[in-house]
């Protein structure tokens, strides 16, 4: 067939044709290829360029347990830190979430996310599956009819694949989402007035456990990917520059927030990576258009205070993992009709804890009277087994 510019498209047939190769497309497509459902991943950026995007890798128990559902736990099992708990610093004191304890034995684990895609890369070419890096003028066709097709370029050749559904895994800035007329989809969206500026640095954590630090200053997370690797964050203005945080301020901003016992063990060092990070919360509805699908990034953003990102992106795959294979298995498409119903209200309740968790940790503006709240909450809750319950509850992800 040939494009509105008349040159001839090679074709391409599937039955799943997915967007993205990041974590959400990579996952859904090992498990569409375990079970035997033909599928194609198109992908805009190169292998490297998507294996070097830093991003946050606290796994929740029903994240692990897909992972090794999908044939790509054995590392992480090896190398992944497990963690019980959690703790809090405000106030001149330090408590800890027993999340654990809490949820009748729920764990997390630190793993982070370039390994959970870098594994997920390797299981796939080690199936023989194709993904198609390096993509250039993708597009979705047809997703209101029951002839979906995607186009690509990639070498100078045109390619139109004709398949029976798509995933938009392509995260927040891809085509999928932009596809939709406007008068489609309805986007709910907060932007923080603060970001995150993070340093990965290959130095031991301060601890063997996430830190959340209350600063009448700003925020402050210290995070591990291993034991002799740490990421480590600061609140800051959106207005930040990053040219402006030479390292040793960042390591000294760091330090005079923490509680003075992690500040005495904090061990300093170049930087990996350095960025700041804007926060954002985000949705979309719905999240499918006719045969088209969308998931993880690509339908919500999340602020990373809750580590809900990753996490719902593994949600969404699995619940329409689990919809595609009950349609080719029966032809029944029931639950593909309640995607986005099934996810949404997990999604919903995500963003509702990551907002809370944000709102409770941050400097909101000068006003001292919202402080004295912030503190008042957080004193209530390590008063309250109901109140530790409920965040230990939504913090390991809920069912």
């Known amino acids: 067939m040939a494009?509105?510019?008349?040159?001839?498209?090679?074709?391409?047939?599937?039955?799943?044709?997915?967007?993205?190769?990041?974590?959400?497309?990579?996952?859904?497509?090992q498990l569409l290829q375990r079970q035997g459902i033909a599928n194609l991943i198109v992908e805009a950026?190169?292998?490297?360029h998507v294996l070097g995007r830093i991003r946050a890798g606290v796994l929740e128990q029903s994240t692990l347990d897909v992972l090794r559902e999908a044939g790509v736990g054995a590392r992480l099992d090896r190398e992944g830190l497990v963690h019980e708990g959690f703790q809090l610093f405000f106030n001149n004191r330090i408590e800890r979430i027993r999340f654990h304890e809490l949820t009748g034995g729920k764990r997390?684990?630190?793993?982070?996310?370039?390994?959970?895609?870098?594994?997920?890369?390797?299981?796939?070419?080690?199936?023989?599956?194709?993904?198609?890096?390096?993509?250039?003028?993708?597009q979705p066709h047809g997703f209101d009819t029951a002839n979906p097709r995607?186009?690509?370029?990639?070498?100078?050749?045109?390619?139109?694949?004709?398949?029976?559904?798509?995933?938009?895994?392509?995260?927040?800035?891809?085509?999928?989402?932009?596809?939709?007329?406007?008068?489609?989809?309805?986007?709910?969206?907060?932007?923080?007035?603060?970001?995150?500026?993070?340093?990965?640095?290959?130095?031991?954590?301060?601890?063997?456990?996430?830190?959340?630090?209350?600063?009448?200053?700003?925020?402050?997370?210290?995070?591990?990917?291993?034991?002799?690797?740490?990421?480590?964050?600061?609140?800051?203005?959106?207005?930040?520059r990053i040219e402006d945080w030479p390292i040793a301020r960042?390591?000294?901003?760091?330090?005079?927030?923490?509680?003075?016992?992690?500040?005495?063990?904090?061990?300093?060092?170049?930087?990996?990576?350095?960025?700041?990070?804007?926060?954002?919360?985000?949705?979309?509805?719905?999240?499918?258009?006719g045969?088209?699908?969308?998931?993880?990034?690509?339908?919500?953003?999340?602020?990373?205070?809750?580590?809900k990102g990753l996490n719902l992106a593994v949600s969404d795959t699995r619940t329409?993992?689990?919809a595609l294979k009950a349609f080719y298995a029966t032809g029944q498409r029931d639950l593909l009709a309640a995607y986005s119903e099934t996810c949404l209200a997990r999604v919903w309740k995500a963003e509702r804890f990551s907002w809370w968790m944000t709102t409770l940790f941050h400097r909101l503006s000068d006003n001292p009277f919202l402080r004295k709240i912030q503190l008042a909450e957080l004193d209530y809750t390590m008063g309250s087994v109901a109140a530790q319950t409920a965040i230990a509850e939504n913090f390991v992800g809920l069912d």
């Open 3 to 29: 494009d509105s510019r008349g040159t001839q498209a090679e074709q391409l047939t599937t039955q799943v044709a997915i967007i993205g190769a990041g974590p959400a497309g990579l996952l859904l497509g």
């Open 45 to 48: 950026q190169s292998r490297d």
């Open 108 to 138: 997390m684990m630190v793993y982070g996310q370039t390994e959970v895609t870098r594994d997920l890369m390797d299981a796939r070419e080690a199936s023989g599956a194709t993904t198609v890096y390096g993509a250039t003028r993708v």
């Open 150 to 240: 995607l186009t690509y370029e990639k070498d100078g050749r045109r390619f139109e694949v004709a398949c029976e559904f798509i995933a938009g895994c392509d995260g927040f800035h891809g085509v999928s989402r932009k596809s939709v007329p406007k008068e489609d989809i309805t986007e709910y969206e907060y932007a923080y007035p603060f970001g995150w500026l993070g340093v990965l640095a290959d130095v031991p954590p301060v601890a063997n456990e996430v830190i959340y630090c209350h600063h009448e200053d700003g925020y402050a997370l210290c995070s591990m990917r291993s034991a002799t690797r740490s990421r480590y964050y600061i609140q800051v203005a959106s207005t930040e």
């Open 250 to 289: 960042f390591w000294a901003e760091l330090k005079r927030r923490l509680p003075a016992a992690a500040a005495g063990r904090l061990v300093t060092g170049p930087a990996l990576e350095m960025s700041i990070a804007p926060l954002r919360s985000f949705v979309c509805e719905p999240m499918q258009f």
């Open 291 to 307: 045969t088209m699908f969308l998931a993880g990034d690509a339908a919500h953003i999340v602020p990373p205070t809750g580590a």
């Open 320 to 322: 329409l993992f689990d």
